[in-house]
């Protein structure tokens, strides 16, 4: 019998097209996110799961899949939404999509990075309701990259590709922090810093690390109170980065200059979210993957992970876990 593979939302038709001709494919076929129920459901007895960073993939779902569960291979980078010491215990090899997506979401870093630095959600809002007077000299001036130090936290594939794309802006500086030196710092003349250093020095800080039990809330009321005034905070890995409360004041009393966030927490963030009554906080939809390119890259990537599995290959991007 073919092996049955459960896809948990309606995806690029890339992989599910690969998938159909060696699985018998079963998926939440809708764009909406599969409820808790549904997915405990679709799992049952499959051989292989198709996940999105948005389900929660814990020793539940691993129960309810059942011991025949081969593989679990999410469309996305991040994989802090599977229970990864769960799958390392029951050999389940745990599939992820790096580098398709790189560049797509370093031109979203660099669209925020750019938005914010030059108050273009304060600028639309003015030319909208009138508030623009005339052509001023003294209004609407921000900072641009042009001589600034961007500050990198996690010069990964990511940051690293940011990095890259900030040279041509005339950046004076590069500096990051992490958990350890990069050996792509060279390749960008970056600098390898503390992250309190990082936080004093930097016009521009931009979060470009994954999410771990050890970095939950590391920008922090504390941590905003080192960036300078001037500082403009982006953020494109994940919401849990951040106490937006923290962020919130800091914003709000010009501890801070501004912000842009891709990424919540929650996701959606709530529309009364009072981080949504700042004009110099602009928020997007956790959309940094979302290029037609990137996605179909990540759904065949998510396919060829699992389809390796069984043809008994090593996957193109396994989790070293
Ligand atoms: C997006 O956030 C991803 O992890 O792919
Ligand atoms: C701006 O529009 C200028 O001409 O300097």
Not at 261 to 267: A, G, I, K, Q, Y
Request: with cysteine; proline share 5%; hydrophobic share 40%.
């Amino acid at each position: 019998a073919r092996p049955k593979v459960f896809v948990t939302r309606r995806v690029p038709a890339r992989g599910i097209d690969l998938l159909k001709d060696k699985f018998v494919v079963s998926q939440w076929d809708r764009e909406d996110r599969i409820p808790p129920e549904e997915l405990l459901r679709g799992v049952k007895g499959v051989d292989a799961l198709f996940c999105l960073l948005t389900d929660k993939i814990d020793k539940d779902v691993l129960d309810a899949a059942g011991p025949q569960l081969k593989t679990i291979c999410t469309m996305s980078v991040g994989y802090e939404h599977i229970d990864i010491s769960e799958c390392k215990k029951r050999n389940i090899p745990v599939g992820f999509t790096p580098d398709v997506l790189t560049n797509a979401t370093a031109e979203l870093t660099m669209s925020l990075l750019l938005a914010t630095s030059r108050r273009l959600k304060e600028a639309m809002t003015a030319v909208e309701d009138g508030s623009w007077g005339t052509w001023n000299p003294i209004w609407m001036l921000g900072h641009g990259l042009d001589g600034a130090t961007v500050g990198i936290v996690g010069l990964g594939r990511i940051g690293l590709a940011v990095a890259k794309c900030l040279l041509p802006f005339g950046v004076s500086r590069i500096v990051y922090s992490g958990n350890s030196q990069s050996k792509n710092e060279q390749e960008v003349n970056a600098e390898f810093v503390s992250f309190d250093y990082l936080l004093e020095h930097s016009d521009f800080i931009l979060g470009c690390c994954s999410l771990t039990a050890n970095n939950m809330g590391l920008f922090n009321a504390e941590a905003f109170n080192k960036m300078k005034t001037s500082a403009i905070f982006v953020n494109t890995s994940r919401g849990g980065l951040v106490n937006q409360d923290d962020l919130y004041n800091a914003l709000k009393s010009g501890k801070i200059a501004g912000a842009g966030l891709d990424v919540t927490n929650p996701e959606p963030l709530p529309t009364d979210s009072p981080l949504l009554t700042l004009s110099n906080c602009l928020v997007l939809p956790h959309i940094g993957s979302a290029t037609e390119k990137a996605r179909s890259a990540m759904s065949e990537l998510t396919a060829r992970n699992i389809i390796a599995v069984f043809d008994n290959k090593e996957m193109p991007s396994r989790l070293n876990i």
